[in-house]
C-alpha cells in the first residue's frame, strides 16, 4: 500500500530532552515535508527536502533539524523540545517538488512538558 | 507577510445540498491553489488543485474557482454528503522559492443529516 508513515503517532517528553520523529514513505517521491499543525494556524512547514541531501527551511524552521540521507526518509529531529513545540505534526510527500498532491502521514502528536 | 486565509471558520450544510467554501488569498505571485480536505484523526488529503491562468476546474462534486481581480477562491461541493463532513483547507503555492506551500487556517464543514 502506498503510504507515509510516521512514529511514534503519540509522544510525550519533557523540555530538553532530545527527540526524533520518523517519517518514511514507499512511493519513489522526490519532495518530502514537514508541517505542524496548531488550531487557528493551518498547517505551517517546517523543513523540505527536494531530493536526497537536499534540504531547506520552510516558514518555522526554529528549534527544528532535519536530514535527507535516502530517499524515503526524512526524520525530524528537536535537539532540545520546548512547550512551544507542543503540536499535531505531519509529514507528507510529492512525487516532485513541484507537484501539488502532497501525500501527508498521519500525523504525531507531541506533548512537550 | 502572504497569507491564506478563509472567510468562515465553520459551515454547516444539509444533506443533499450544495456547499461553498470561500478562501482569500494575497500573494499575487502564487501559481497553484490547492484544496485539502481533513478528517477527524487523520492527515490532509488533496482533492483539487487549480492554476493561477485558469478561473474554473471541475472534479467529481467538487468544482474551484478563481477569481484573480478579487484574489478569492472557492470550491464548490454537490450534493453535499456526510462523508463530506471534515475541516477544508485552501493553499497557495509559488513555484520558485523551493515551491513552499502555504495554508490557510481551514473551516469546518458539519453536514446535517
Known amino acids: 500500500e502506498a503510504q507515509v508513515t510516521q512514529n511514534p503517532r503519540y509522544l510525550i517528553t519533557v523540555t530538553g530532552k532530545k527527540l526524533t520523529v520518523t517519517c518514511s514513505q514507499n512511493m519513489n517521491h522526490e519532495y518530502m515535508s514537514w508541517y505542524r499543525q496548531d488550531p487557528g494556524l493551518g498547517l505551517r512547514q517546517i523543513y523540505y527536502s527536494m531530493n536526497v541531501e537536499v534540504t531547506d527551511k520552510g516558514d518555522v524552521p526554529e528549534g527544528y533539524k532535519v536530514s535527507r540521507k535516502e530517499k524515503r526518509n526524512f526524520p525530524l529531529i528537536l535537539e532540545s523540545p520546548s512547550p512551544n513545540q507542543t503540536s499535531l505534526y505531519f509529514c507528507?510527500?510529492?512525487?516532485?517538488?513541484?507537484?501539488?498532491?502532497?501525500?501527508f502521514g498521519p500525523g504525531t502528536r507531541l506533548t512537550v512538558l | 507577510g502572504e497569507s491564506v486565509g478563509l472567510h468562515l471558520p465553520t459551515l454547516s450544510v444539509q444533506e443533499g445540498d450544495n456547499s461553498i467554501i470561500n478562501c482569500a488569498y494575497s500573494?499575487?505571485?502564487?501559481?497553484?491553489f490547492i484544496w485539502y480536505k481533513q478528517e477527524s484523526g487523520k492527515g490532509p488529503q488533496f482533492i483539487i488543485d487549480?492554476?493561477?491562468?485558469?478561473d474554473k476546474r471541475q472534479g467529481q462534486r467538487v468544482t474551484v474557482l478563481l477569481n484573480k481581480t478579487v484574489k478569492h477562491l472557492s470550491l464548490q461541493i454537490a450534493a453535499t454528503q456526510p462523508g463530506d463532513s471534515a475541516v477544508y483547507f485552501c493553499a497557495e503555492k509559488e513555484s520558485g522559492g523551493g515551491f513552499k506551500t502555504i495554508f490557510g487556517a481551514g473551516t469546518r464543514l458539519f453536514v446535517k443529516a
Open positions: 507528507a510527500s510529492s512525487l516532485l517538488a513541484g507537484g501539488n498532491e502532497q501525500f
Open positions: 500573494n499575487s505571485a502564487s501559481d497553484y
Open positions: 487549480i492554476r493561477s491562468n485558469m
